[in-house]
């Protein structure tokens, strides 16, 4: 392949990486344009409904996992976390750093799992005197709800048993899990005081809809201001944000990496496999791998770009001294 078209292809990679960018950084210019506007509304004008609500978060009948037999009298939201362990995808896009590991979803077709998440909410929730919608307590931060020690007969039956705060069911162990076991999680919103971000409208607190389409909506224990809730809000989206950051950030180091391709020579053909798994890697797993991996992969083609400028460099100073 020539050097023009290893360029060409370089100049498409960089630009798909500045066109998701931009894509992306409009849509952070939305979300901070609504949440301007909550401010401003919630401040101001009293008739919208938009606003922070606090109070007592209570229902008239807890939320229970009926199936496993989880849920506490103060559960206002009881979630369950269902993984598998399982062995790499072996489909033709696996790929050398994938390993055995606990997963959500069945890593051949990304299925559910036969025995699937699920959350389950309260009847009738309210937040002092206004109902509470689910999307808004869907937002409330969550804590862990041990299993009982005696699980329902029908799961016992079923060889499922309590584990380090897990119910699990297969062969393994928890510290040492053999290939097929289930491991389920649960966590629940208990009762008590909280402040919610969101609108009232027909005595129902729900998620705010910003003039430009983007839904806010924040929970939190305690009674908190708006930039409290605004933060709690923001956190969960940032973690998403970072992700897709690096991700855009380390493609566009790939089509640098060919762009500025300065040599056929070996140094420059392992800088360019540096850069190319990261960038690869990275835009796979964007959403399912640790964040840790995306910062290290971010380093790695970072420092396969600065490298190959210094050596440019340096090439360059002992041509000038040459001649």
């Given at each position: 392949?020539?050097?023009?078209?290893?360029?060409?292809?370089?100049?498409?990679f960089f630009l798909v990486s500045i066109g998701c960018s931009g894509y992306f950084a409009w849509g952070e210019i939305?979300?901070?344009?609504?949440?301007?506007?909550?401010?401003?509304?919630?401040?101001?004008?009293?008739?919208?409904?938009?606003?922070?609500?606090?109070?007592?978060?209570?229902?008239?009948?807890?939320?229970?996992?009926?199936?496993?037999?989880?849920?506490?009298?103060?559960?206002?939201?009881?979630?369950?976390?269902?993984?598998?362990?399982?062995?790499?995808?072996?489909?033709?896009?696996?790929?050398?750093?994938?390993?055995?590991?606990?997963?959500?979803?069945?890593?051949?077709?990304?299925?559910?799992?036969?025995?699937?998440?699920?959350?389950?909410?309260?009847?009738?929730?309210?937040?002092?005197?206004?109902?509470?919608?689910?999307?808004?307590?869907?937002?409330?931060?969550?804590?862990?709800?041990?299993?009982?020690?005696?699980?329902?007969?029908?799961?016992?039956e079923n060889e499922w048993r309590v584990t380090d705060g897990y119910i699990y069911q297969g062969f393994g162990e928890?510290?040492?899990?053999?290939?097929?076991?289930?491991?389920?999680?649960?966590?629940?919103?208990?009762?008590?005081?909280?402040?919610?971000?969101?609108?009232?409208?027909?005595?129902?607190?729900?998620?705010?809809?910003?003039?430009?389409?983007?839904?806010?909506?924040?929970?939190?224990?305690?009674?908190?201001?708006?930039?409290?809730?605004?933060?709690?809000?923001?956190?969960?989206?940032?973690?998403?944000?970072?992700?897709?950051?690096?991700?855009?950030?380390?493609?566009?180091?790939?089509?640098?990496?060919?762009?500025?391709?300065?040599?056929?020579?070996?140094?420059?053909?392992?800088?360019?496999?540096?850069?190319?798994?990261?960038?690869?890697?990275?835009?796979?797993?964007?959403?399912?791998?640790?964040?840790?991996?995306?910062?290290?992969?971010?380093?790695?083609?970072?420092?396969?770009?600065?490298?190959?400028?210094?050596?440019?460099?340096?090439?360059?100073?002992?041509?000038?001294?040459?001649?």
């Open positions: 392949m020539s050097v023009s078209w290893i360029r060409f292809f370089g100049a498409c939305q979300h901070a344009r609504a949440c301007n506007e909550f401010k401003i509304i919630a401040g101001t004008d009293v008739a919208s409904g938009a606003g922070i609500f606090h109070g007592t978060l209570f229902a008239r009948e807890a939320a229970f996992d009926e199936d496993f037999g989880m849920g506490a009298q103060n559960s206002m939201l009881v979630r369950r976390r269902v993984e598998m362990y399982q062995q790499p995808y072996q489909g033709k896009n696996s790929n050398f750093f994938d390993w055995d590991d606990w997963s959500d979803t069945l890593r051949q077709n990304g299925n559910a799992l036969s025995v699937p998440a699920a959350t389950h909410y309260a009847t009738n929730v309210h937040l002092g005197n206004s109902v509470l919608s689910q999307n808004v307590l869907a937002t409330a931060p969550v804590l862990p709800l041990p299993p009982r020690p005696e699980l329902p007969a029908v799961l016992v928890l510290n040492s899990p053999a290939i097929g076991d289930l491991r389920i999680q649960f966590e629940h919103v208990p009762s008590g005081p909280y402040s919610a971000l969101g609108m009232i409208e027909g005595g129902e607190i729900h998620a705010f809809s910003a003039a430009n389409g983007v839904r806010l909506a924040a929970m939190g224990q305690g009674r908190l201001d708006i930039q409290a809730l605004l933060a709690l809000e923001a956190n969960v989206r940032y973690k998403v944000s970072l992700r897709s950051v690096i991700g855009f950030v380390l493609l566009g180091a790939f089509g640098a990496l060919l762009l500025f391709w300065p040599s056929y020579d070996i140094f420059t053909a392992t800088a360019m496999g540096a850069g190319l798994s990261a960038g690869v890697f990275s835009t796979g797993w964007v959403a399912h791998q640790p964040l840790l991996l995306q910062i290290l992969l971010l380093v790695v083609a970072v420092g396969a770009i600065v490298a190959i400028l210094v050596r440019r460099m340096r090439q360059r100073h002992f041509a000038n001294a040459d001649h």
